[in-house]
């Protein structure tokens, strides 16, 4: 778009674009990678009694450093990983993305790296914040090429490396050995090494959480908005050395987190069997689609989250994304010529995505 030459607009900002993955309603939601099961009646009571508590007290600023919160997500990942975290080692807040901004704002100092394709949202927030963001490419199957990885390390000395795990948008997972190597490298340039693991609850790969004792400038951001089914509450959280979580304290924005988020957050952490109950079903649902689609002559990208990015379709891919879309199945066109992204949605909806695409591929 082009700026009114009133508006004294950062030059740096005027090429880009907002993110904007498409909201449009649809039958089947299959966009933007949550867990398509909503809160049982008993969550929703829960936290509506919960809130009723906070709403007495409104009037007051929250817990600035939300330490119940902190603690109970550390007693959250000790639980999936086996670690003995405190609140000390974990910062929350509105979401993971305004963790990677926060990570940005303390950290990125001259050059960040990343391996495309992956989240757009760690280039566009580099930008924002002024730094420069390398593209680490990735091999052909979309895996990362760790020897080239580690020579562009060793090249650029970026304060930031990025590697999502499993890999949005193509859905493969990093093995903690690779990870280990990568640390090493980053290490040497003494830069951060930032594991986004967005979807780790579908993977079977062990958490980089369980590396951080050993190597203290890894990162490791988590969130609450897909496999945990709570997009809606916006939180992430943030699994790391005391003194990293100590340099976020200076860029957080005063009382960030709102009383309501959590109390609410507090609430769905103690129904977390409930919330991280659905992963099997929608690992069992992704094979179950992956077969689908290859049955159509499609082909899938091997998968270890909640979607399928999938290629070999005759039309392009903003084409097929439309005709989806008039068939009311919204999916996601990533950019990437060729690929379509679909998360994996629940029966009805998964059902509904695979007669729609019937009739066009
Ligand atoms: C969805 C996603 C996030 C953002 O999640 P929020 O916690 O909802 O802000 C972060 N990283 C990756 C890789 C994602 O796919």
Known sequence: ??????LPLRADLQPLSPYGAPQIPAKATLNTNENPYPPSPALIEAIADETR????????YPDRDAILLREKLADFINGLSGTTFDSENVWAANGSN???QSIFFAFGKTVALGFTPSYSMHPLIAKVSGTIWVDGARNSDFSIDLNQAISQIQEHS????FVTTPNNPTGGAVSLAEIEQLAQATKAISGLL???EAYAEFSTEPSAVTLIEKYPHIVVIRTMSKAFAFAGARVGYLICNSVVKDALMLVRLPYHLSALTQAAANVALDFKEELLGYVSTLVSAREDLVSQLEKLGLTCVRSSANFILFSGFPQSAPKLWS????KDVLIRDVGLPGYLRVTVGNEAENKEFIAALKDLV
């Open 158 to 161: 970026p304060t930031l490396t």
């Open 194 to 196: 930032v594991i986004d």
């Open 98 to 100: 305004e963790i990677i």
């Open 323 to 326: 005709q989806l879309l008039e």
């Open 1 to 6: 778009m082009s700026w009114p030459s009133w």
């Open 53 to 60: 508590k906070v709403a007495t007290n409104l009037n007051r």
